[in-house]
């Protein structure tokens, strides 16, 4: 059965309304009629539409303000203008804003029908909620408490438009998880924009955001859209939050209250309109009372907070995952599925995984290249030698302790220990981020005994 496309019309004019009425529905589109801006975006709110027409002058709400509120109830939404010959000028504006077309009073029912017909070939069909994997699938799969809550948030909170802070260690799948809220979300259709705040130069990230215009400063030979604006309509994920200057908490706090940007050296605003994502490791809160980060920017960011746990809390996912990567590997070195014994998931149920979910992903892929005769070993991990005893020549690396971050803060001391002190050689033995890295040296206090009486810096 062919599901009528639906059509809604907004006019003043109630002789307007009524012939527009009568000539699509005897196209066989279903129509619906709006006699203003605020009953339209009643009408948005609450039955799903195709096609929006509207009259650019009306009274109250224009045309244009219903096109601007209408992307953010249906980004997306196609819209075709009426428009007698003197708003001409601000039909055009509205196709530069995204419009689909305009039609100029006075126009035939031909020529109606076929903008219409037009239009809809172009608008893209919207994916089905049941045509996506399930949210336990494509987050690897899971059965403690903790990710079911997970699965339940993402599910209950995807489907509107608020702004989330996803909080988890590196490694945890931050920006996995950002992606299932996009994708399940009303913007899906539209862009997927990330920004990694942690890796861009605070020089270069006010540019990568914001844009510039030609001549901004040197270098700046052309106009360059931002990232920011890059993502109107869509999803603006923002990771490592947490790492960006203050000058770059204004201007950012200004964008999420005005909903504008200005590009570097320019003088007019551009209206974006954008679901805002954002991720860190670090403790937020803790910024913000240590004044580092602002509380107003905080609580924007935060309307609602994600938190995902890390794989050390929840082994009972361990065995699921582990099988299901090795899966995934062995289809992809095309080999028979490689077996996993008992005694090689204990070992891997006892490891700390300081890199988390990363870190067992890559030592797996490695194990299935490495492993003989389709048997996975624990020793073609990889990962023995970082969980054999400290070393005894680097400053406070005991080993008696039996808590979660003293055994996280043993296998940094070893892996640099194994890679010279070389943060980023470290970093790659335990499979995160050199930033992640950097960062966990400052927290746990670590100094290079004999070698440097304080942290290097990242990059060093």
Known sequence: MTIKPTILVVDDDQNILAVL???????????ITASGGEEALAILKSRPVDLMI???KMPGMGGMDLFAASQSVRPGLAVIFLTAYGTIPGAVKALKAGAADYLTKPFSGRELLSKVQEVLKQTVVR????SLPPITESLWGGKSPAMRELFDLIDRIARSDVNVLILGESGVGKERVAHLLHQRGPRREQPFIVVDCGSTPSGLLESELFGHVKGAFTHA???????IEAADKGTLFLDEIGNISQDMQVRLLRFLEERKIRRIGDLKEI???CRIISATNVDLREEVETGNFREDLYYRLRVVT???PPLRERKEDIPIMARQFVETFSKAQNIPTVAIPAETLKWLCEYPWPGNVRELKNALEAGVVLCRDGVLNRNDLQLSELHQAPPKNIANASGDSLSLEESERNAILRALQQAGYVQKDAAQLLGISRRAIHYKIKKYGIEFSGRRSTVPEEGE
Request: charged share 30%; aromatic share 4%; net charge neutral.
């Open 271 to 273: 209206a974006v309109n």
């Open 54 to 56: 509207t009259d650019v």
């Open 221 to 227: 030979i052309r106009d360059k859209k931002g990232l």
């Open 21 to 31: 009425e009568a000539r699509l529905a005897s196209t066989d589109y279903q129509v």
């Open 306 to 308: 994600l938190k995902i």
């Open 127 to 130: 994916p089905s909620l049941e």
